[in-house]
Antibody, heavy 116, light 107 residues
Framework: QVQLQESGPGLVKPSQTLSLTCTVS??????????WSWIRQHPGKGLEWLGY???????YYNPSLKSRLTISLDTSKNQFSLKLTSVTAADTAVYYC????????WGQGALVTVSS | EIVLTQSPDFQSVTPKEKVTITCRAS??????LHWYQQKPDQSPKLLIK???QSFSGVPSRFSGSGSGTNFTLTINSLEAEDAATYYC?????????FGGGTKVEIK
C-alpha cells in the first residue's frame, strides 16, 4: 500500500519561502506513469491543485502560482518537494501531496501558517 | 481552465435516502472526472475514478455516471458515516481543477 507523508515547517514568515517535502513509501516514486501532485485547502474552503511532477521530472504548475512555485523530485530518497516563494497570509492552508492524475493516495496534510 | 460546477452546495438527507450530486464541466472532458469524499480534519478519499469506476474498498452504495460535460455521483441508501463534503475533479486538461464541493448532512 502506497503511503505519503508531508513534512516541513508549520509557520513561515511573510515574504519568505514555504518548503514542504512528501515522502513516499510502499512504492517507487519513479515508477512509470506516475504523477505526483501538491494540492492545498484554505481554512474552511475547497481544494486547489497547485501542480504536479511526472516521474521523468517534467512539471506542470497552476498558472495562478506558476511564477512562485517549484516542484522537484528526489528519487534517491523517494521524495518530492514543493517550494513556494514570496508567501503572504493568503498562502495559509493545509497542503496535501497526492499521487497520480486522479488522486488515489493522499498524505495526511500539513497545516502551514504564514504569519510574522 | 476547465471550470467544474457542482450542485447542490448543501444537502440535508435522512438515512437510507438516495443522494444525487451533479458536476458540470465548462467543456467536454470525456470521462476524466473523479469523485472524492472528505470528512472534517481528514484528507480527501477517492471514491470514483474516470466517471464510473469504483475505487478499491469503496462501498457499493457509491456510484458514478456521465461523460462529456455532465456527471453524477449517487449514494444509494445513505448511511450516517456518509456525512461529508464531496468534490469532483477533472484530469482531462491541466490545470487540474476541482468543483466547489457539496456538503452532505445527515438529518
Amino acid at each position: 500500500q502506497v503511503q505519503l507523508q508531508e513534512s516541513g515547517p508549520g509557520l513561515v514568515k511573510p515574504s519568505q519561502t514555504l518548503s514542504l517535502t512528501c515522502t513516499v513509501s510502499g512504492g517507487s516514486i519513479n515508477s512509470g506513469g506516475s504523477y505526483w501532485s501538491w494540492i492545498r485547502q484554505h481554512p474552511g474552503k475547497g481544494l486547489e491543485w497547485l501542480g504536479y511532477i511526472y516521474y521523468s521530472g517534467s512539471t506542470y504548475y497552476n498558472p495562478s502560482l506558476k511564477s512562485r512555485l517549484t516542484i522537484s523530485l528526489d528519487t534517491s530518497k523517494n521524495q518530492f518537494s514543493l517550494k513556494l516563494t514570496s508567501v503572504t497570509a493568503a498562502d495559509t492552508a493545509v497542503y496535501y501531496c497526492a499521487r497520480a492524475k486522479y488522486f488515489d493516495y493522499w498524505g495526511q496534510g500539513a497545516l502551514v501558517t504564514v504569519s510574522s | 481552465e476547465i471550470v467544474l460546477t457542482q450542485s447542490p452546495d448543501f444537502q440535508s438527507v435522512t438515512p437510507k435516502e438516495k443522494v444525487t450530486i451533479t458536476c458540470r464541466a465548462s467543456q467536454s472532458i470525456g470521462s476524466s472526472l473523479h469523485w472524492y469524499q472528505q470528512k472534517p480534519d481528514q484528507s480527501p478519499k477517492l471514491l470514483i475514478k474516470y466517471a464510473s469506476q469504483s475505487f478499491s474498498g469503496v462501498p457499493s452504495r457509491f456510484s458514478g455516471s456521465g461523460s462529456g460535460t455532465n456527471f453524477t455521483l449517487t449514494i444509494n441508501s445513505l448511511e450516517a458515516e456518509d456525512a461529508a463534503t464531496y468534490y469532483c475533479h477533472q484530469s482531462s486538461s491541466p490545470p487540474l481543477t476541482f468543483g466547489g464541493g457539496t456538503k452532505v448532512e445527515i438529518k
